[in-house]
Nanobody
Framework: QVQLVESGGGSVQSGGSLRLSCSAS????????MSWYRQSPGTERELVAY??????????TAADSVKGRFTMSRDNTENIVYLQMNSLKPEDTAVYYC????????WGRGTQVTVSS
């Protein structure tokens, strides 16, 4: 049974940083397409970053709106993926979701990120 559990959200001021974690069970993050999405009220869920590749070699891609500020990484030993968010802006306020695709998409319950100006 696949489970994704996000953590690390919170409230920060503009310019601050947060690191989100997605702890996975029932799959191996190093061999699974892993992504971070976000959704703010009244908007559609938006892809933030995704990670592809196996083992210690992987590539990450981020949405233009977060490039240079957000970095996705993973810990193969702990089976966790991270989203390091720096230089946060009020428009980054959203619920952030971890997503995995293994035959079908799986979602975590999300973690709230609130950035105040």
């Amino acid at each position: 049974q696949v489970q994704l559990v996000e953590s690390g959200g919170g409230s920060v001021q503009s310019g601050g940083s947060l690191r989100l974690s997605c702890s996975a069970s029932g799959l191996t993050v190093s061999s699974t397409l892993m992504s971070w999405y976000r959704q703010s009220p009244g908007t559609e869920r938006e892809l933030v970053a995704y990670m592809v590749g196996s083992g210690s070699l992987y590539g990450t891609t981020a949405a233009d709106s977060v490039k240079g500020r957000f970095t996705m990484s993973r810990d193969n030993t702990e089976n966790i993926v991270y989203l390091q968010m720096n230089s946060l802006k009020p428009e980054d306020t959203a619920v952030y979701y971890c997503n995995a695709v293994q035959g079908r998409p799986y979602w975590g319950r999300g973690t709230q990120v609130t950035v105040s100006s």
